[in-house]
């Protein structure tokens, strides 16, 4: 080290060992070497750079493959309902509302088959000429229609009014959609669960003997199955409203309650709907039933 030639690094002259001043320009070595900033090790930031893109890669392919594949939304859309998944593909949320009030109808068709079944029994008839009539299926399609538009009465008002309190709206209704359904995944979930519970009761209500029981045994297994679904669904119908709304233009008091009056007014449109739907097919299906027992 001692035989190596500096050279000055203002005009390149070639310097003894040890000098301090350049023999040529008078260049003070020693500000020039304190002044130098020191090498960078070039590991150290190699490995940092690759310790935080890492996750970022990940948190990158999740959520791309998250926002393109509809089972990779929904799951991430269960474990995170607070967290939604954004640029998901606009249609996620309308086949959310499908396949949930699909499973509804289904469920609600196995009830009615096995009532009927159970009742005709019970009065000392065959079925068999009602089990595959259009009474039941006229009962399905008013039940999926009643249920598609409580759906759709209670998205939209959550939609108008996260605009009206809103100033700044980054959404369109597709994309609050996917909000809207991924804070209420679970009840999907809830609908998968309840069809193979229904199942298994609808078969273990094989044994029922009168009506009565009949009645009470399905009063108690719908309420538990679609309760527990409205009342995700209205958490969700709140929460998409404020949800990240810093500068509300009205006060979330008043949003509050006004939201609840107008929850309660499709609930009662709703009930309306299904009693105009549903009271023909019900009463036909009930003549149906007296006629084959013979009463």
């Not at 959609?177 to 995944?185: K, L, M, P, V, Y």
Request: hydrophobic letters at 50%.
């Amino acid at each position: 080290m001692s035989n190596e030639t500096n050279f000055c690094p203002n005009c390149g002259t070639a310097l003894p060992a040890g000098s301090s001043f350049c023999p040529n320009c008078g260049y003070q070595l020693a500000q020039a070497v304190a002044s130098e900033p020191a090498p960078a090790t070039p590991t150290e930031p190699t490995q940092a750079a690759d310790t935080g893109a890492t996750p970022q890669r990940q948190a990158l392919a999740t959520g791309t493959l998250a926002s393109r594949n509809y089972f990779s939304w929904w799951w991430e859309s269960f474990k995170h309902p607070l967290s939604p998944v954004e640029n998901a593909n606009h249609w996620f949320g309308v086949l959310t509302v499908f396949l949930e009030v699909l499973l509804n109808t289904i469920i609600l068709s196995m009830f009615m088959q096995h009532a009927v079944n159970v009742a005709l029994r019970v009065l000392g008839s065959d079925g068999n000429a009602i089990n595959g009539g259009s009474l039941m299926t006229a009962v399905r399609m008013d039940f999926f229609i009643c249920v598609f538009a409580l759906y759709a009465l209670v998205v939209g008002a959550a939609y108008g009014f996260r605009r009206l309190i809103n100033a700044h709206q980054p959404l369109n209704f597709f994309e609050f959609t996917n909000h809207f359904f991924g804070a209420t995944s679970s009840i999907l979930a809830i609908n998968l669960v309840a069809f193979l519970v229904a199942a298994i009761l609808v078969i273990n209500a094989a044994t029922i003997t009168d009506l009565g029981s009949l009645a009470a045994h399905y009063a108690i297994l719908a309420t538990s199955i679609f309760v527990p679904s409205i009342a995700v669904l209205v958490f969700g119908y709140y929460l998409t409203i404020i949800r990240d709304v810093t500068h509300p233009r009205l006060d979330p008091l008043y949003t509050w309650i006004l939201a609840s009056c107008v929850l309660v007014v499709i609930i009662i449109i709703v009930i309306l709907l299904v009693a105009l739907f549903t009271e023909a097919p019900l009463r036909s299906l009930g003549d149906a039933i007296d006629t084959y027992s013979g009463y």
